[in-house]
């Protein structure tokens, strides 16, 4: 993609109203812009980045033997008041209503659209068990929505909701998310701690909250150091397997206490122990029958009995990692993008744009790596080499490619790693072998 023909609108100066660093940071690359309070449009170079980490999440659950549906936004109130939620849900579901007068909402969940979707067309155990998911836009109406993305009333969700004959199966399938969410945020280049957590409106006696490490991280986090040390990409996962002692063994690593610094309670060792900050970008619970069983959701066991099924939730917020994913890794200059989610890999900068040799040394770099399949957004403006610069660095491609006319006689060109600030002087065929 060129630059010149790109819809980047950056801007120079910190937005007053941006907060935190990825909020900030989202608004000067010209990734999102506020339609209103807490509701964003999502520019090109933002979306491309929210769609890689949709590609991701999509990915994992897919390899977990989750199905992919999508259901409404627009609920009916009346699938709520079954559950018993309508009421309990407060102020920050939108309730609204038809031309008819019938009261809908905009759902800030999924459990009672899933749950009817099972229970008009599952009968047997053996069709189970089941696990659905989507991704999906939803909207909670925040009283003081904040931090951009990562706080804001509309935001694009991965939900999915397991359904299974008892709760051994049931444990299975919370099992089977607890180690699809390590490899997927481990794929988006974060480093993930899942901690035990409350089920809150959701419901449930089974929880984990998994944190994201960042430095500028609203929770505190403790830990095992080894957790450090441990890539759950490295792990060999049959999800037909029990994977209780993985989930065991994980669970171990970040355990420690409120009373971190006293010896006789803490888990860790004090000379093991990690403190730091971190980010929640996703939430699993196991709810039994507090769905199925109020609106109906059975199947006939195989004594021919109906039961009610065992449910679970599962969620992760899309949206909220691309901050999230900010927080974590970001420098003075602006964003630094782990490859996986990088909107563009590499981001080549023409010096002198109407020097007929840069230009000519540009296109055919340009071209060559578009024929390699590898994503380039060449700034081919007419501007100044400064202003370029910092725009490269603000929009924090992993790859900086430099092209000059001093290079251009020589015959190279400079590779910069966005990530180290690596810079190499390297001929064009080797630029070209590096980065395919």
């Known amino acids: 993609m060129r630059l010149s023909d790109y819809f980047l609108p950056t801007l120079k100066e910190n937005p007053s109203e941006a907060q935190i660093v990825s909020h900030r940071l989202m608004l000067r690359a010209g990734m999102v812009r506020q339609s209103s309070a807490g509701i964003y449009s999502w520019l090109p170079m933002g979306l491309r980045v929210l769609r890689k980490v949709e590609g991701i999440v999509r990915d994992e659950m897919d390899a977990a033997g989750c199905q992919e549906i999508l259901m409404p936004a627009i609920q009916p109130a009346e699938l709520w008041q079954e559950s018993g939620r309508y009421e309990d849900y407060g102020k920050e579901m939108l309730r609204i209503t038809d031309r008819h007068e019938r009261a809908m909402l905009f759902g800030p969940t999924h459990e009672e659209v899933v749950t009817d979707i099972f229970r008009s067309s599952v009968r047997s155990y053996r069709d189970l068990p089941k696990n659905l998911y989507q991704i999906q836009w939803k909207f909670r ?70 944190i994201v490490l960042a430095e500028t991280g609203e929770s505190a986090v403790y830990c095992d150091r080894a957790w450090l040390e441990t890539d759950p990409l490295e792990l060999e996962i049959d999800y037909d397997a029990d994977l209780q002692p993985i989930v065991d063994r994980w669970t171990q690593l970040y355990a420690a206490t409120d009373d971190k610094h006293d010896p006789a309670t803490c888990k860790v060792a004090p000379d093991r122990l990690f403190e730091g900050r971190g980010i929640e970008v996703g939430h699993i619970f196991y709810f039994g029958t507090k769905y199925s069983a109020s609106m109906g959701a059975v199947v006939r066991d195989e004594n021919g009995k109906d039961t009610a099924v065992e449910m679970g939730s599962y969620g992760i917020g899309v949206s909220r990692l691309v901050g999230a994913i900010i927080e974590a890794s970001h420098d003075d200059a602006g964003i630094v993008w782990p490859e996986a989610v990088a909107p563009f890999r590499v981001g ?27 994503a380039v957004l060449y700034d081919d403006r007419d501007e100044r080499a400064g202003v370029k610069f910092a725009e490269m660095d603000l929009i924090g491609l992993p790859w900086q490619i430099v092209v000059g006319p001093r290079g251009v006689k020589t015959g190279s060109v400079e590779l910069k790693e966005r990530g180290s600030g690596e810079r190499e002087e390297l001929s064009s065929e080797a630029v070209l072998a590096r980065l395919t």
């Open 348 to 374: 080549m900068i023409n010096l002198r744009s109407g020097d007929e040799a840069c230009d000519r040394a540009c296109e055919a770099l340009y071209g060559a790596l578009a024929q390699a399949d590898v």
């Open 141 to 210: 109406d925040e009283v003081r929505p904040r931090f951009g993305v990562m706080r804001g009333r509309e935001f694009f969700m991965k939900d999915n909701y397991s359904f299974d004959l008892d709760y051994a199966g049931a444990l299975r399938s919370y099992n089977r998310m607890f180690v699809a969410y390590l490899r997927t945020f481990a794929r988006l280049g974060l480093t993930p701690i899942p901690m035990q957590a409350d089920s809150g409106a959701i419901g449930g006696d089974l929880s984990h909250e998994f």
